[in-house]
């Protein structure tokens, strides 16, 4: 068990090691998506937006950008860069003549997400409280939910990754699968019960419960209410679609 | 103490018994029986397709059997594949090195997944690229290095961790022959110092250089196995004439070919090679179709594995 988590914390040590190569790079979009977000949403079409839910619309949209930050470093991650590792690297094929199991490996992807989305929400939260658009005092649980959300979709980019015949196809899952997941998660305007179809739909959607949880610890409003409904969800979403992941991953690595 | 049949099970290196592995309705590695001794250089021969790459993924776990049994250092891969490993090292068909990492990154992580660290470690890894003649290239990236290059640090990346059983699969293709004499010569050594060797190659020339024992494999199954001087002496004894064909025109049928039972043959595009125990037969057909051979010589390994495997060629042709 401890040699386990040993050799899926290799894995995660490998991908950090080629990451940082080109790290300005790598993390480009994740970061500066959520700022010209902001100019343009918050700052922009904001002005002529009035006040959501009681606060303006710039700090009504600001959570929502770092819990959505956790889900495009972490799909792109699983999607391209682990088909990359699949087919063209090699990266897979080498770690299988190591120590390194195929479980380690499926294992490896899902935590170093993990850490992504934690980093990559933590990160865009605290800009964004440079910027006076957050409270602090509960930054800190802020990486919980992006790691919830990091593996979640990240265990989509994994089933994308099993499912797709060539890298063009992800971009079919970017946009029917992605962007809605993206654009209906409560980010850019409130979800509520009396609306419907999309209120029972978004349910699904782990970006959703993690847009809930960012949102109520940056606006330190009903935490504990939240929390106890949104986590549990969360994490329900997450393991399921890990599971999935797991499975479809699990037989693609026995044929490479 | 150890127990004797303990020690007799340790003495094969592997031990596979009707090992079969299909693809759907295509069986990649059928009914396979196949031993390896401690300390033996085996070469496992066959053209593109025959299923050597995958009996050797079915060896350190990265393929699950279908049928048979299979033991690797006494241990059953699909059992225990993270003890095995740890004492196997593998060179697999492509380099799977990351290309933007240096030569002592891509070391140093693939030593960390062995658990090796420190100062020792530091130490293995100045060794082995100076038994590689690489110990130049420590920073530089992956993707400046050239092929030979490349291949010489999979070849130190499998062997970080000292493995007592050595898998190459097709170690020197694509390379050129300074580099290929190379690698021979570094196998040659590691061998002698004890470490099990198993070669994939379809260069026979290697097999003959450097293997003890090889098998032929074709479509899945063992052909023939044994010592390369046995298979000559078994499948295709004395000497191979070679023919320019085009010369001959049509002199020659290959029904006439057919019906000689004191000789074998195979027809390629502008080489005819005719293969026969005794002189005489040869210089025979030779005088008959009024034609030199371009060249006759002792038979090798070469034409154990076209009469073996040469067959299915045909249908390429």
């Not at chain 1, 979800?191 to 999309?198: F, K, L, R, S, T």
């Not at chain 2, 003649?133 to 062997?159: D, I, P, W």
């Not at chain 2, 000559?232 to 002199?251: N, Q, T």
Request: hydrophobic share 45%.
């Amino acid at each position: 068990m401890l040699e386990t988590f040993r050799l899926c914390w290799k894995v995660v040590e490998h991908h950090w090691m080629v990451y940082r190569k080109n790290l300005f790079a790598n993390s480009s979009i994740t970061i500066s998506d959520p700022i010209f977000f902001t100019l343009a949403f918050g700052f922009g079409l904001g002005a002529y937006v009035q006040d959501v839910d009681g606060r303006s619309y710039l700090l009504f949209m600001a959570p929502g950008l770092a819990a959505g930050a956790a889900l495009l470093t972490s799909f792109f991650e699983c999607s391209y860069n682990t088909y990359f590792r699949l087919n063209f690297d090699g990266t897979f094929k080498a770690m299988l003549t190591s120590p390194i199991g195929i479980s380690e490996i499926i294992f490896g992807e899902l935590l170093w997400v993990a850490l992504k989305g934690a980093f990559m929400t933590l990160i865009i939260s605290f800009v964004l409280g440079i910027f006076g658009l957050i409270q602090w005092p509960f930054i800190w649980a802020v990486p919980l939910a992006g790691a919830l959300v990091g593996v979640a979709c990240g265990a989509i980019g994994l089933i994308a990754t099993t499912r797709v015949k060539n890298i063009d196809q992800f971009q079919v899952v970017y946009s029917f699968l992605i962007a809605p997941i993206y654009f209906l998660s409560g980010m850019f305007f409130p979800i509520h019960a009396g609306q419907g179809w999309i209120f029972w739909l978004v349910q699904i959607s782990p970006l959703y419960h993690g847009t809930r949880l960012v949102q109520s610890f940056l606006w330190q409003e009903d935490i504990l209410k939240n929390s106890l409904m949104h986590f549990p969800a969360l994490i329900v979403l997450t393991f399921g679609l890990g599971f999935f992941a797991y499975k479809g991953f699990k037989k693609k690595l026995q044929l490479i | 103490m150890r127990l004797g049949f303990d020690s007799k099970i340790m003495e094969k290196v592997v031990s596979a018994e009707s090992l079969s592995l299909r693809y759907g309705s295509f069986t990649a590695v059928n009914q396979v029986s196949l031993e390896i001794q401690q300390g033996d250089c085996f070469g496992l021969l066959g053209p593109n397709g025959a299923g050597k790459s995958t009996f050797i993924r079915l060896l350190y776990g990265a393929r699950l059997r279908d049928e048979g049994s299979l033991f690797v250092l006494g241990k059953d891969p699909e059992v225990s594949p993270r003890e095995l490993k740890k004492k196997l090292g593998v060179v697999p068909q492509e380099n799977c090195l990351d290309d933007n990492l240096t030569v002592e990154e891509n070391l140093r992580i693939f030593g960390a997944y062995h658990g090796l660290y420190g100062e020792a470690f530091r130490a293995r890894v100045i060794e082995l690229l100076r038994f590689m003649s690489l110990e130049a290239k420590s920073t530089a990236r992956v993707k400046q290095l050239s092929g030979g290059m490349q291949r010489r640090l999979t070849f130190v990346r499998a062997l970080l961790h000292r493995p007592e059983f050595l898998i190459l699969d097709e170690p020197t293709t694509g390379l050129d022959p300074a580099v290929r004499q190379l690698l021979w010569e570094k196998v040659h050594e590691l061998n002698r110092e004890g470490v099990t060797i198993l070669l994939t190659t379809h260069y026979m020339e290697e097999a003959q250089k450097l293997c003890r024992n090889v098998a032929i494999m074709n479509e899945g199954r063992i052909a023939s196995e044994g010592r390369p001087t046995e298979l000559i002496e078994k499948h295709v004894p004395g000497f191979v004439a070679i023919f320019d064909r085009k010369s001959l025109g049509d002199k020659v049928s290959e029904t006439e070919l057919k019906k000689r039972s004191d000789l074998s043959y195979t027809l390629e595009p502008i080489q005819i090679l005719l293969r026969a125990s005794n002189l005489e037969t040869l210089m025979g057909l030779a005088k008959e179709w009024g034609s030199e051979p371009l060249m006759i010589r002792p038979s090798n390994l070469e034409d154990v594995f076209l009469k073996i495997a040469g067959k299915d060629l045909d249908k390429y042709a």
